[in-house]
């Protein structure tokens, strides 16, 4: 018997139904789901109702749809994620100003997590980032990627999945506006803000690594073409 659905905007019901059926377990990442005509049938609904649903699921990362391979359940990853908003901040500096802001309010609490939960075995880690870091100032060559694993690298140690996702999107989404929102123009005052961060975080002290991500986001922020952003003083 067919699973009722909203009459009205259908698509939207049916996505939320297969949304929810892939987090119950019941189609599975890697998996294909059912035919086209089997789907219509289940839900009630047109197969170009369907159609629709499924791309927004794909949209979302969610799914991917293949020509002739039917439609396999997939895990969302960062990069999936942000895609619907690129265009969005593409040429829009104001929308980079709010992540930028966003980042202030977020990261700072997640460094301060990452202290709390921080072990003498990750020492190793944090080590080997920055001396990459130094290693690329050295020969001139900006610190973009190895920024972005720096900080990937703390939401990590924070221990908590939902944050280590909005994370990697939020950054992925700056790093397509422009490199120098990510790190700001001065390499080296770039890395003396992640050794303290990075002292304070293994030295389990929260309210140190707090403060070291606001100021070490505040100089972002004044030393990048954002500067005109207003913020709260470490």
């Not at 699921?57 to 990069?79: K, N």
Request: without cysteine; glycine residues 6%.
């Amino acid at each position: 018997m067919p699973e009722a659905v909203r009459p009205i905007k259908a698509a939207d019901a049916v996505a939320d139904r297969l949304l929810q059926l892939i987090r119950s377990g019941e189609y599975q990442t890697g998996g294909r789901l059912p035919p086209e005509r089997e789907l219509a049938a289940r839900f009630g609904v047109s197969r170009p109702t369907l159609r629709d649903a499924i791309r927004r699921l794909e949209m979302l990362g969610y799914l991917s749809v293949r020509q002739g391979d039917g439609t396999t359940v997939r895990a969302p990853d960062g990069d999936t994620i942000a895609r619907p908003f690129q265009g969005l901040l593409s040429g829009q500096m104001q929308s980079a100003q709010d992540l930028m802001e966003f980042r202030r309010i977020i990261e700072p609490a997640v460094a301060a997590f990452a202290a709390r939960r921080a072990t003498p075995e990750l020492a190793a880690s944090f080590e080997q980032a920055l001396e990459r870091q130094k290693r690329l100032a050295e020969r001139g060559v900006r610190l973009t990627s190895e920024d972005l694993h720096f900080h990937h690298l703390i939401a990590q140690t924070a221990g908590n999945a939902i944050i280590l996702q909005v994370l990697t999107t939020l950054r992925s989404l700056l790093s397509e506006l422009r490199t120098d929102t990510l790190t700001g123009h001065l390499p080296e005052a770039t890395i003396a803000h992640h050794e303290r961060i990075t002292r304070a975080i293994l030295s389990n002290n929260p309210d140190a690594a707090h403060a070291a991500m606001l100021e070490h986001l505040n100089a972002v922020v004044e030393t990048s073409p954002l500067s005109f952003i207003p913020h709260a003083q470490s």
